[in-house]
T-cell receptor, first 115, second 113 residues
Framework: GAGVSQTPSNKVTEKGKYVELRCDPISGHTALYWYRQSLGQGPEFLIYFQGTGAADDSGLPNDRFFAVRPEGSVSTLKIQRTERGDSAVYLCASSLMPGGETEAFFGQGTRLTVV | AQSVTQLGSHVSVSEGALVLLRCNYS??????LFWYVQYPNQGLQLLLKYTSAATLVKGINGFEAEFKKSETSFHLTKPSAHMSDAAEYFC???????????FGKGNQVVVIP
């Protein structure tokens, strides 16, 4: 079956612009996660959704970052007034149910470059 | 503080030799532990996971890992490296009470023919 799909795969934007990154989780997965992976680092947690609500947004670095999941399926990560330091690969993952022991399935990521 | 440590960002191993990647965590409560692999231009793929059952966990592609509570470790091994094992490997931990994963910095494995 289809895995986690992220679009676009690459995004180049100018400093100060607004961007949206989309994630289509595996059908039926209730939990959805966003991570950010900078060069040479492991992924870092940003936000976790259970259904439509953000259950844990403690990883969002500042208020320029926001994410939604209005119907409990597709999620959009929104970044306002982008900065060069926002350049990274943004990963989305989904799991069938919440719980630390549950396997998370990852998309291929969106590579964001802010110039 | 809770943390995950992977030492040695780049690991070179000869084809046919043992692959050993180390992972240590810092937590007073045993967490759930995972190893993920990332091949070039692909997403993260689960290799294996420990969720409080058997301490020796077998995964895909001949990899296995052993949970040692006394050492707070979850090292990944494979007896004989193949060229196809060249990839980046991440140890990840779900600490008690959290649904999210904390990742180590990763090990880039290079297999030398």
């Amino acid at each position: 079956g289809a895995g986690v799909s992220q679009t676009p795969s690459n995004k180049v934007t100018e400093k100060g612009k607004y961007v949206e990154l989309r994630c289509d989780p595996i059908s039926g997965h209730t939990a959805l996660y966003w991570y950010r992976q900078s060069l040479g680092q492991g992924p870092e947690f940003l936000i976790y959704f259970q259904g439509t609500g953000a259950a844990d947004d403690s990883g969002l670095p500042n208020d320029r970052f926001f994410a939604v999941r209005p119907e409990g399926s597709v999620s959009t990560l929104k970044i306002q007034r982008t900065e060069r330091g926002d350049s990274a690969v943004y990963l989305c993952a989904s799991s069938l149910m919440p719980g630390g022991e549950t396997e998370a399935f990852f998309g291929q990521g969106t590579r964001l470059t802010v110039v | 503080a809770q943390s995950v440590t992977q030492l040695g960002s780049h690991v070179s191993v000869s084809e046919g030799a043992l692959v050993l990647l180390r992972c240590n965590y810092s937590s007073s409560v045993p967490p759930y532990l995972f190893w993920y692999v990332q091949y070039p231009n692909q997403g993260l793929q689960l290799l294996l996971k420990y969720t409080s059952a058997a301490t020796l966990v077998k995964g895909i592609n001949g990899f296995e890992a052993e949970f040692k509570k006394s050492e707070t470790s979850f090292h990944l091994t494979k007896p004989s490296a193949h060229m196809s094992d060249a990839a980046e490997y991440f140890c990840a931990v779900s600490f008690y009470g959290n649904n999210r994963l904390a990742f180590g910095k990763g090990n880039q494995v290079v297999v030398i023919p």
